[in-house]
């Protein structure tokens, strides 16, 4: 324990200690900068987005705004961008994709001795550096930004829900590179499934000097996911198991069961490329779930473990964990979740305190959400009037503004199997 103190200790000196040599090199170049910056803010306002590019989720806020900008026909692409981020660590090809369609400015370190300098000069006021946290993907993060929800008119909330451009492209070489891997999986753009479920070997791989173990609530077993898996193969469906860092290999005889996280064709091009081109994909809470999603791939949703789903994702279906509560010996209904009012940020900590055991979503329910939501694709779904009015009294329950694809859903079997879950 001492040791470990010590060794904290040592490292917050090391970085104080970088960060002030930093600091002494760029001071002369941030000091033109201010007045650079100064002199033309003069003439007209300088609004400045900081992005964060150190992991692959980070770039949702620029998704998003990009996503609602394109709707509105504003001119967010015309906005002065930099990349403020010195610990750029996650996929090389996902930073090389969004580089093309939004010119980052480099030196990130100048930028970023630039806004602490800032503040000591005057006019600082007029140099505004948004951040675009106050993002409204997801249920949660509508309902604590209702002020900016109310911003929206019902026409253009409907054209972002429906909106399904894809911002992303891959140039020719690039193609032929995913096809050949694809042909070598005897796999076809669009007529295979991704699956992921997470653990937390990319985490202690990225960083594994902290302690990540608040994730813990969002992992699931990648074994569960191998039924539905076994159930697309016989139809003719080649199964990618996605992901860069994974904590075990699949076990498995069925050679169109491609365990491609755990093999040696695993590359930062590859994560994204396959993820684009697949027909549907099956992904439990992660950030690598936004690949797909930008690239407008419609998403089986399981384990998901708190109402923080992106609603706005076309031909999506959603399915949760359930809240067990010790307490009352039951599981929790979806209001009393509500109730707990995490706000998105719930944590292992915090369900560990409520006394709250999260249960995973069987191998059944997965294979049914699946199953679901690949017949609703290829148009072979039956919808029954149950399951129409289970839909409309779950999505009451969210009783304010939020952004919703009209062909979004929460899985039907498994609101008629859990159906006392919405009382």
Known sequence: MVLKILFKIKKIIILKKKFFIQFIIFLPSSILLILITRALSLIKKINILEINFSRIADVYPLFW???????????????????????????????????????????????????????????????????????????????INQDKMRNFKLEQIKKISSQNKVLLKFN?????????????????????????????AYLQHYNNQ????????????????????????KLGYP????????????????????????????????????????FMAVYSESGISVIPEVFDRPIVYVNWPAFNFSCFSANSLVIPKKYFSKKKNRNLTFSEILELNFEGVATSAKLKDLEIDLIDNTPTEILDAAKENFERLNGNWIEDAKCVELQKKF?????????????????STFLKNNFELIQ
């Open 65 to 143: 705004s990009l996503k609602v900008d394109d709707v509105l026909n504003l001119k967010f692409k015309k906005k002065y961008l930099i990349f403020i981020n010195d610990n750029f660590q996650h996929n090389k090809t996902w930073f090389k994709l969004w580089n093309r369609i939004i010119k980052f400015s480099p030196f990130s370190l100048l930028w970023k001795n630039f806004f602490i300098m800032s503040k000591f000069f005057p006019g600082h006021k007029n140099i505004t550096a948004e951040r675009y946290e106050t993002i409204l993907h997801n249920l949660y993060l509508a309902k």
């Open 172 to 200: 020719e070489s690039e193609e032929q590179l995913g096809k050949n891997y694809l042909d070598s999986r005897s796999a076809n753009k669009y007529s295979y499934i991704c699956f992921h479920s997470r653990d937390r």
């Open 210 to 233: 902290k302690d990540w173990s608040y994730h813990d609530f969002r992992d699931s077993n990648i074994d569960t996911y191998l039924p539905a898996m076994e159930h697309f193969t």
């Open 239 to 278: 199964c990618f198991r996605m992901g860069s860092k994974v904590e075990k290999k699949i076990e498995t005889n069925n050679n169109n069961i491609i365990d491609y996280a755990s093999s040696s064709s695993q590359s930062d091009f590859l994560d994204v490329y396959i993820a684009s081109k697949c």
């Open 395 to 411: 999505w009451s329950l969210f009783n304010y503004s939020y952004i919703k694809s009209p062909t979004f859903r929460i899985g």
